[in-house]
């Protein structure tokens, strides 16, 4: 799967770094160990700009809406590279389960918290699930931001917020802790947006 992941992000890098460069700001917020990055999302485009600006040596498992990794050749691309479905709007207890899985061995993990694309350009609301993958995890999230307009051909702005750690009162948190994580989240993405000025 690294090995796949690598080949395919050699492809790719040189013709995006050509059309749609970018930008990294804050690099040096990425923890070494595991931590879970949660990016707005307003483009198809966005994972690619995510996993760019993390580099090579940050690779990421990615959660991705089933609907894409049901895609002929696509989608058995993606599963090469580590990319996971997740059904969307339902308790998906395998794609929890990977996603728990992925983080407690160290690992780092791109989800958008948004669960769906943005067709305004403006911040949606978020789900709750990156708030509980963190709380039972014990890893911290790094907020990201991606700006909606991506100029072909001139550098997008890539930002990496400070990481931290949610915290709830119980073992596992409740639904409300995690409705009020994923709204602080959505706080901190938006709040880095002066950062592309």
Known sequence: M????????????PFFN???PCKAIGRENIPEGAALFCPNHTSLTDPLFAVFALR??????VMAKAEVMELPILGWLLKKAGVFA??????DVGAIKHALKALKGGGKLLLFPEGT?????ELGQAKGGAAMLAVRTGV???????PAKKPWFRRTPVVFGTPYFPHVAG???TAEEYEAIARDLM???????ELTQ
Not at 56 to 61: A, G, V
């Open 2 to 13: 690294k090995a796949f992941y690598t080949l395919i992000y050699c492809l790719l890098w």
């Open 140 to 146: 911290p999230i790094v907020p990201m931001y991606i």
């Open 171 to 173: 073992p596992k948190g």
């Open 56 to 61: 090579l040596r940050n690779r990421p498992q």
């Open 86 to 91: 997740v059904e969307r709007g339902k308790s």
């Open 187 to 193: 706080e901190r993405i938006a709040g880095l947006k």
């Open 18 to 20: 050509l059309a749609h």
């Open 117 to 121: 694309r943005s067709k305004t350009g």
